[in-house]
């Protein structure tokens, strides 16, 4: 056989795998389009390390952060300190924070928060369906989101910082001026 027709003899199983794996539940793991700053997010559902269920519409009317992490990734595991006493200082403030993990074990997850003293929501995405709703590709991504369910803020990569996440929230929870003109 030629060298040029095992060539194409690989590209068209190349091919076939790849059309393959798109008509399957893997084209789950790709991200679709990041949601834009000022549009509503999609309410989803997923179950937490206890079992139960949790929506991103149970949160309305907080400031949510909804990050996207595994135990593997060094800049996701970095953030999460920061994030925890965020949500510690803010919590009776009305922030919360809901740390979606793709794709592991849930022994290691839960072996993981339990190592590092996390209390916040540890939400399960198994089938990589909520990461691909946020057009997560690539670990960690934080996703801002307003008390009406308004996307704020999308930063990927192991940005978050105390104070990056403090200086959020304040911007998020900042009265309009109307509201605050309406007031006196």
């Given at each position: ?28 793991a ?17 179950v ?13 009317g ?12 060094k ?15 803010l919590?009776?403030?009305g ?24 209390t ?33 803020e ?25 509201k ?5």
């Amino acid at each position: 056989m030629s060298r040029m027709n095992s060539q194409r003899i690989v590209a068209r199983l190349l091919l076939t795998g790849v059309m393959l794996m798109l008509g399957s539940s893997l084209v789950w793991a790709m991200g679709s389009r990041v949601p834009a700053v000022g549009t509503a997010v999609e309410d989803f559902r997923l179950v937490d390390l206890e079992g139960k269920q949790q929506s991103l519409s149970q949160y309305r009317g907080k400031v949510v952060l909804v990050n996207f992490w595994a135990t593997w990734c060094k800049p996701c595991t970095t953030e999460m300190p920061a994030m925890q006493a965020m949500y510690d200082k803010l919590r009776d403030k009305g922030f919360v924070v809901l740390a979606v993990n793709e794709l592991e074990d849930e022994v290691k997850v839960r072996d993981h928060i339990k190592q590092h003293g996390h209390t916040f929501p540890v939400l399960m995405d198994r089938d990589n369906k909520v990461a691909n709703q946020f057009g997560v590709f690539g670990l960690p991504v934080s996703v801002f989101i307003d008390e009406k369910g308004v996307v704020q803020e999308y930063i990927k990569g192991g940005l978050l910082t105390e104070q990056v996440i403090l200086d959020t929230v304040a911007r998020i929870q900042k009265p309009e001026p109307m509201k605050a003109a309406s007031l006196k």
